[in-house]
Nanobody
Framework: QVHVEESGGGSVDAGGSLTLSCAAP????????MAWFRQVPGKEREGVAA???????SYAPSVKGRFTISKGSQKNTVSLQMNSLKPEDTGMYYC???????????????????WGQGTQVTVSS
């Protein structure tokens, strides 16, 4: 079982910023897709942002222009900078990794190999 570790999250007022970080073992695949998903109780899991195994970046329309996903300096790490946060961004955020996944991966959650435990993001109005 691949261990995926998340950090960051917390509570912030609307308009504020938070940064999430994710790391998978550097001994894992060289070509990983890494993505952030979020879930709110009673709603379906939603893909938020991803970098596929070819390095292509994709965002959900609801966060485009406000969130930025980027690779870290260490192998198999990624961060998610979240700006201009809105109350509707509240949820549990999960990092997922998938070997060799390319393309529009935000709607292919089932193809990811491993998931973190999740980190809570709460945005107050």
């Amino acid at each position: 079982q691949v261990h995926v570790e998340e950090s960051g999250g917390g509570s912030v007022d609307a308009g504020g910023s938070l940064t999430l970080s994710c790391a998978a073992p550097d001994s894992y695949y060289n070509n990983l897709a890494m993505a952030w998903f979020r879930q709110v109780p009673g709603k379906e899991r939603e893909g938020v942002a991803a970098i596929d195994a070819d390095g292509q970046i994709s965002y959900a329309p609801s966060v485009k222009g406000r969130f930025t996903i980027s690779k870290g300096s260490q192998k198999n790490t990624v961060s998610l900078q979240m700006n201009s946060l809105k109350p509707e961004d509240t949820g549990m955020y999960y990092c997922a990794v998938g070997a060799l996944l390319i393309g529009w991966v935000l709607e292919r959650a089932r193809e990811f190999d491993a998931w973190g435990q999740g980190t809570q993001v709460t945005v107050s109005s």
